[in-house]
């Protein structure tokens, strides 16, 4: 049985359940127009998101708030298109792993 699970590329393993990784999710959702919104979910609770906002507003150049969902928790809203921007920005300023965010859109 143990030689069957091996070569079953989607058996859970069990090894991903020894340490949780909570991925950061940034998606980007149409508006009216060619307005976006890019969407940042997940971010740790160990993270201040008002000066992250902060910093992000000032770096981009484009405004954005912290939105309180019930389901989602608190999620960063930016105006237009900063999908690659945030990435980069989570990885270098914060030292967060690449393969903990997830890029979502079109």
């Known amino acids: 049985m143990s030689m069957n699970q091996q070569n079953d590329p989607f058996a859970d393993t069990g090894d991903s359940d020894s ?3 909570s991925y950061i999710h940034i998606r980007i959702q149409q508006r009216n127009g060619r307005k976006t919104l890019t969407t940042v979910q997940g971010v ?11 910093v992000l ?5 484009c405004n954005g708030n912290i939105v309180k969902d ?3 928790g608190e999620v960063i ?3 237009g298109d900063q999908r690659v921007k945030v990435s980069e920005f989570l990885t270098t300023q914060l030292g967060l792993s690449k393969k903990n965010i ?4 079109f």
């Open 19 to 21: 340490q949780p990784t």
């Open 44 to 54: 740790p609770q160990e993270y201040d998101l008002k000066k992250i906002l902060k």
């Open 57 to 61: 507003k000032k770096d981009f150049a």
């Open 70 to 72: 019930e389901e989602l």
């Open 77 to 79: 809203q930016l105006q």
């Open 102 to 105: 997830k890029i979502h859109g």
